[in-house]
């Protein structure tokens, strides 16, 4: 159990529709990323926020949106759905980054999203 | 762009015997390497890393071999065991000072261990 946790773990709607997915850190570590793994690909990584703020950002279409609350939840807002948006969605934590630390992330086990 | 690349998709090895992934990457401002291991239905968990100042680093069964030169690392394990069955992804972290661990993934090797 990496003490990430992501809710739902399936998830099956229809192209046009607007999902979310909800994913709680590890006690203590203020940054969230997360990643999408379609077939056959690796994890491409989409975005991170750190205590709230967008830290990063990689190849997240702009139909998708996240965000961290103040409790440091966060949520990955997916909205008019295609087809090729079926994948697993992971979302990850870790500590404050460091070049001291080896960058270690922590995943929780992933939403898996199919539209139809 | 593929910044981190793993050229087999399968790997079977027998039990007992030693198991090598490779993996290679094209970005030299990476400043640490990762190994992770992925069942089914499962997230991924973090397996060994290396230091991009380092060559080797060893873990039990696991060790790492980095050449920078070549741009290539390699994950050996000795021995192989079925529960090692699993796909096996390379990561490398690019350190920008900027807080962040962002990690960028290979498209992983299914590694299969026969008894």
């Known amino acids: 159990d990496s003490g990430v946790t992501q809710t739902p773990k399936h998830l099956i709607t229809a192209t046009g529709q607007r999902v979310t997915l909800r994913c709680s850190p590890r006690?203590?570590?203020?940054?969230v990323y997360w990643y999408q793994q379609s077939l056959d690909q690796g994890l491409q990584f989409l975005i991170q926020y750190y205590n709230g703020e967008e830290r990063a950002k990689g190849n997240i279409l702009e139909r998708f949106s996240a965000q961290q609350f103040p409790d440091l939840h966060s949520e990955l807002n997916l909205s008019s759905l295609e087809l090729g948006d079926s994948a697993l969605y992971f979302c990850a934590s870790s500590v404050v980054a460091s070049i001291l630390n080896t960058g270690e992330l922590f995943f929780g086990e992933g939403s898996r999203l199919t539209v139809l | 762009d593929q910044q981190v690349k793993q050229n087999s998709p399968s790997l079977s090895v027998q039990e007992g015997r030693i198991s090598i992934l490779n993996c290679d990457y094209t970005n030299s401002m990476f400043d640490y390497f990762l190994w992770y291991k992925k069942y089914p239905a499962e997230g991924p968990t973090f397996l060994i890393s290396?230091?991009?100042?380092?060559d080797k680093n060893e873990d039990g069964r696991f060790t790492v071999f980095l050449n920078k030169s070549a741009k290539h690392l390699s994950l050996h394990i000795v021995p192989s065991q079925p529960g090692d069955s699993a796909v096996y992804f390379c990561a490398a972290r690019g350190w920008s000072g900027g807080a962040t661990n962002k990690l960028i993934f290979g498209t992983g090797t299914l590694l299969a261990v026969q008894p």
């Open positions: 290396i230091s991009s100042i380092k």
């Open positions: 006690s203590g570590d203020l940054s």
